[in-house]
């Protein structure tokens, strides 16, 4: 009977023997920890206290982050909020675009054909000027020389070397809204607001140089009850204290059949301060696709062979989904945002290949599945466009109904914000 593997940089019992033996080599790393919190500290104090300059725009900017490294669900979550204002907003999300091979302030076209190119005309800077009249960012909007240059691409021509892969599936999932990737995110705004009502800020939590009108902070449920500790003896890019900018607080990949009990232990960890509002919510997979992102005409049931090829933080919870349906798993694990090679591909078909079973498939995750499309439009290897390759999107699903108080609470954030600054 075929067993779950793990292939990859390692195989299975090599790579549990090493997590084992760097869980205890992370204690030694605790000095290190306590010199990086201290500079985290500092430069924190810096921002709270106004020596260094966090802008804030008048136009609602709403944050998705978290306060660890990994995956807490901010690309399912920021999906959620796209799916939530695009249809009544003109829309943007702003990503700083991790393993980009690119630099500066880059988006991507509208299919909608509303969204143009855009330059550093004089039209540009007085309707950004406009924007904020007696904000905190007043007296920098009248002057964006310094801005990194404006390219903006076609959709047909954006790659993930370009954008990045979670920008590039936002793109690919919601043609119709700009995607903008810039490191300096004051920057991007600035470009986006003339344009747009809302911003969507993917993994800017520890950004300080912009101060978001909303905060959304993701904690794993997997991770609830760990240490604190930061990096690198711990998982934490700043102290758990960090937590007090958020407004709102969401407890992601919860089990759905999480009890009160549970969520009132819960809450008490997290510590909320009163103005903070909690929120619960699980993970739920989606029937599989195509590339493409059409419906597959495919079923995964216990006779199933089931090749998974990741590149995600954490694929623990994919992993043991599909173990709840067949125990015919194959693991091809790497790291977050792992750049495929012809290798790693050749790899993955040969063993394809090898396989007896009569029923087999591959699949991937939507972010995997956008560092795989250049294999499939550049026909780098010709075999690839005949292997089984699915997709399987995920979403993120409130628990106990909260998702309708969630969406309130969003709605009406923007609504106060966009009265007097709505883009027709």
């Not at 390219?151 to 590039?168: F, M």
Request: overall charge neutral; glycine content about 6%.
């Amino acid at each position: 009977m075929l067993k779950s593997v793990v292939v990859g940089n390692n195989n299975k019992g090599r790579k549990s023997y090493l997590y084992s033996q760097m869980k205890y080599f992370r204690w030694f790393l605790i000095p290190f920890s306590l010199l990086y919190g201290l500079v985290v500290i500092i430069r924190n104090w810096c921002y709270d206290s106004g020596a260094f300059k966090s802008t804030k725009f008048s136009k609602p900017v709403i944050s998705v982050g978290n306060l660890d490294v990994g995956g807490a669900g901010k690309s399912p979550m920021t999906e959620y909020l796209i799916r939530l204002l695009k249809d009544n907003h003109k829309l943007a999300t702003l990503s700083r675009g991790y393993g980009r091979k690119t630099k500066g302030y880059l988006e991507t076209e509208s299919k909608a054909g509303g969204q143009e190119s855009r330059t550093e005309s004089q039209e540009s800077r007085e309707r950004i000027e406009e924007d904020a009249p007696g904000r905190p960012d007043q007296g920098e909007t009248s002057d964006i020389s310094h801005i990194s240059q404006l390219t903006t691409y076609n959709s047909q021509l954006t790659t993930v070397s370009q954008i990045g892969d979670e920008p590039a599936q936002f793109k690919h999932k919601f043609p119709d809204i700009t995607v903008a990737v810039c490191e300096k995110r004051v920057d991007g705004i600035k470009h986006l607001l003339p344009g747009h009502d809302v911003i969507l800020l993917d993994d800017a939590y520890q950004h300080r140089a912009v101060e978001p009108g909303l905060s959304i902070l993701l904690f794993d449920y997997n991770r609830v009850n760990e240490l604190h500790l930061l990096l690198p003896a711990g998982n934490l890019r700043e102290p758990f204290s960090g937590r007090w900018r958020a407004q709102v607080i969401v407890i992601t990949k919860c089990p759905p059949s999480l009890t009160e009990e549970q969520r009132a232990s819960i809450a008490q960890k997290i510590e909320l301060l009163p103005y903070q509002q909690l929120f619960f919510s699980s993970v739920a997979y989606q029937s599989l696709q195509n590339f493409e992102g059409r419906p597959a005409d495919k079923i995964i049931d216990s006779d199933t062979t089931v090749f998974l090829l990741t590149g995600i933080a954490n694929a623990k919870p994919l992993l043991q989904y599909l173990n709840n349906i067949t125990p015919h798993i194959i693991h091809h694990n790497y790291p977050d945002h792992h750049p495929f090679s012809l290798k790693n591909i050749i790899k993955l078909a040969d063993e394809f290949s090898a396989c007896v079973s009569q029923k087999k498939i591959i699949v991937t995750t939507e972010k995997d599945a956008q560092r795989l499309d250049e294999f499939r439009v550049k026909s780098v290897l010709p075999a690839f466009n005949e292997l089984p390759f699915f997709v399987i999107p995920i979403r993120v699903e409130f628990l106990e109904g909260s998702g309708q108080r969630f969406d309130e609470l969003i709605i009406e954030y923007v609504r106060q914000h966009t009265t007097l600054h709505r883009v027709h």
